[in-house]
């Protein structure tokens, strides 16, 4: 990823995503690192409805034909998906069930 911003002037800084520590926080998702070569660091803190807006934002047909255009991008993410899906379901399907009942015997 490129950051950039008026200050930089015409400088473009690269962000390495995979390099970036990731830490799930009660109410957001957080993103940590350093832009070398400046040695800046950052965070990037997303809600759910930032997350909810960038994923319909990767859901556009014009998303997903750049991303099948380029070899080892969309076919790998896919397959990840489809091996933690089948356990992100059962994980909600928990937390739906028994997370519902452990919060009504607490208020009991």
Excluded: H
């Amino acid at each position: 990823m490129i950051v950039w911003s008026r200050g930089l002037g015409k400088q473009r800084l690269p962000l390495e995503l995979a390099d970036a520590s990731l830490q799930v926080e009660p109410e957001q998702l957080m993103m940590e690192g350093t832009i070398e070569p400046v040695c800046w660091r950052y965070a990037i803190r997303l809600g759910p409805d930032d997350l909810r807006d960038f994923l319909a934002l990767m859901a556009n047909p014009a998303v997903a034909r750049f991303l099948a255009e380029r070899p080892g991008v969309l076919l790998p993410f896919v397959g990840r998906l489809l091996r933690v899906l089948p356990r992100l379901v059962l994980d909600i399907i928990y937390q739906k069930t028994f997370g519902r009942f452990g919060r009504t015997q607490a208020a009991s």
